[in-house]
C-alpha cells in the first residue's frame, strides 16, 4: 500500500491564479480530510469528506473547493490564491474510529 | 468547540533523559486522544492513542495517560534519543463530529546528545 498520496510536492502560485492539490488513498478508507499548517499554529481543518458524494466544510473553508466523486480521491481546489492561502496542505484519512494516516504534503507559495 | 492547548512550545533535554509534553482539552464528551510526530518535511505520523475509558497505555518507550476529571492527558517519552526530536502534537475528537480531531499547536522536541 502506498498509503495517502499528495501531489505536488511543491508548488509557486501567482495571486488570482488557480490550482488543484491531488490526494489520493489505497487503504478504502471512507473519512478523508484536508488541513493546513501554519508555523506554530498546528492543523487547520479545511474540508472533510465521510465518503464518496459527501464533502463538509472544516474550520478554515473559505478560498478553498474539494470534491469527493470516488473514494480514493479527494482534490483540494484554489481559484484564486491568495498570499493568505501560503502554507502547507496535509490530506490524510481514516477508517471510522480508526487512526488518520497523512500524506507528505503540498508546500505552496502564493506570491 | 473543543480547544486543545500543549505545553510547553518547546522542550529540551539531554539524551537518555526523560520527555513530557501535557495537553489539555475543553469539551468533557471527547473520548479519543491521539498523538502524532512530524519529523522535518514530512507529514505527521501517529505514535499513540487513548480513549476515555482507559487511563493510560504505553508502548516501548512512550507512554500516554489521560485525566478525564481535568481534561488533560501526557505524553511521556523515555529513555529519549536523538531520533525523537521532532515536532509532536495532541488531538482531541470532536464530540459528533464526523472522525474529526482538534490539535494543539504542537511543541518542538529537541534531544541534545
Known amino acids: 500500500n502506498a498509503g495517502v498520496t499528495q501531489t505536488p510536492k511543491f508548488r509557486i502560485l501567482k495571486i488570482g491564479q488557480s490550482m488543484t492539490l491531488q490526494c489520493t488513498q489505497d487503504m478504502n478508507h471512507n473519512y478523508m480530510y484536508w488541513y493546513r499548517q501554519d508555523p506554530g499554529m498546528g492543523l487547520k481543518l479545511i474540508y472533510y469528506s465521510v465518503g464518496a458524494g459527501i464533502t463538509d466544510k472544516g474550520e478554515v473553508p473559505n478560498g478553498y473547493n474539494v470534491s469527493r466523486s470516488t473514494t480514493e480521491d479527494f482534490p483540494l481546489r484554489l481559484e484564486l490564491a491568495a498570499p493568505s492561502q501560503t502554507s502547507v496542505y496535509f490530506c490524510?484519512?481514516?477508517?471510522?474510529?480508526?487512526?488518520?494516516?497523512f500524506g507528505q504534503g503540498t508546500r505552496l507559495t502564493v506570491v | 468547540g473543543e480547544n486543545v492547548e500543549q505545553h510547553p512550545s518547546t522542550l529540551s533535554v539531554q539524551e537518555g533523559d526523560s520527555a513530557v509534553i501535557k495537553c489539555t482539552y475543553s469539551d468533557s464528551a471527547s473520548n479519543y486522544f491521539p498523538w502524532y510526530k512530524q519529523e522535518l518535511g514530512k507529514g505527521p505520523q501517529l505514535i499513540i492513542d487513548?480513549?476515555?475509558?482507559?487511563g493510560e497505555k504505553k508502548d516501548q518507550r512512550i507512554a500516554v495517560t489521560l485525566n478525564k476529571t481535568a481534561k488533560h492527558f501526557s505524553l511521556h517519552i523515555t529513555e529519549t534519543q536523538p531520533e525523537d526530536s521532532a515536532v509532536y502534537f495532541c488531538a482531541a475528537s470532536l464530540p459528533y463530529g464526523n472522525n474529526r480531531l482538534a490539535f494543539g499547536k504542537g511543541n518542538q522536541v529537541v534531544v541534545i546528545p
Open positions: 490524510a484519512s481514516s477508517y471510522q474510529g480508526a487512526e488518520a494516516f
Open positions: 487513548i480513549r476515555s475509558n482507559v
